[in-house]
């Protein structure tokens, strides 16, 4: 059985015409089912995290992260995302009910409003770096402002943290901080322990994520290789996901990420149903 359960609709809207795409695209590539994972950035519930926690001052990192959050965020409450995924289910798509939430700092806030709503999965993502958004290329010139050691040790902090937080099913997209092809010449295995502890520990589930493959400069699948050996030997479940904006790239190398995870041992993903979960095969 092959899985998505990591896209977005966030570049078009809660249209079940345009969103039609998603439905198509996965068909056209074999996969059995989606699910949406809508940025927390979506959701008006969220709007005070980021005001709390982004850089916002008269840097050129600021200037551009305020003009972010002005631009198609906070658009839909949680309540109208679920009528709308209703809506698709109604219309006979099998589809999983998902978010992505950023790793904000005031854990307890969010799983107070998470725990509210019944979610098919939760994803976890470390996007900020001390409230920097490390993974936009409009600021990318602030990675020469900080040593690499530096930024994976900020980067295994916030994943410890996030994992800690007791509110995730999936880490999103472990250690994509290589995509602007930063790639340490030390070594990295005591972060990435540290990072494969905590999700043991939180029971958590690796996101299998190709969006790194064909919308970043690294051109690779996260995580890379030496996570996965990792998520392997501490026996981390997986999920996959394409991480899609757009409905021609649902389902986009989960193929590629299939063949990739086989090379570690791997044999089964997670479908999720309210949370709950069951192993299936993927060959």
């Known amino acids: 059985m092959r899985l998505d359960y990591h896209m977005h609709f966030e570049h078009g809207s809660y249209d079940a015409a345009w969103v039609q795409g998603f439905f198509d695209a996965a068909e056209k590539r074999g996969i059995d089912e989606i699910g949406i994972s809508e940025h927390s950035h979506g959701f008006e519930e969220f709007e005070p995290f980021y005001y709390n926690d982004l850089v916002l001052d008269d840097s050129f990192i600021g200037e551009f992260q305020q003009k972010w959050l002005k631009k198609k965020k906070f658009m839909y409450s949680l309540e109208e995302y679920f009528d709308f995924m209703e809506q698709l289910k109604s219309a006979g798509h099998d589809v999983k009910t998902g978010i992505e939430v950023c790793n904000f700092q005031q854990q307890v806030a969010v799983k107070n409003i998470l725990c509210r709503y019944p979610f098919d999965y939760i994803i976890g993502s470390v996007h900020f770096l001390r409230g920097w958004a490390y993974d936009s290329a409009e600021i990318k010139a602030e ?74 400069p690294i051109k690779e699948i996260s995580p890379y290789p030496d996570f ?31 063949d990739y995870v086989k090379k570690y041992g791997y044999r089964e993903s997670v479908r999720f149903d309210r949370r709950d979960r069951e192993m299936v095969l993927f060959d």
């Open 228 to 258: 996965m050996e990792m998520a392997a030997e501490y026996h981390l479940p997986i999920s996959f996901g394409s991480d899609a904006h757009e409905p021609e790239d649902c389902g986009a190398y989960i193929s590629d990420a299939v």
């Open 143 to 216: 990675w020469n402002e900080h040593s690499l050691e530096e930024i994976y040790e900020w980067y295994t902090a916030e994943a410890e943290y996030l994992c800690a937080g007791g509110c995730y099913d999936v880490l999103g997209h472990p250690f994509n901080i290589r995509l602007f092809k930063f790639i340490p010449d030390f070594d990295v295995t005591p972060y990435l322990e540290r990072v494969a502890k905590a999700m043991k520990k939180a029971d958590m589930v690796v996101d299998v994520n190709t969006g790194t493959l064909y919308r970043y």
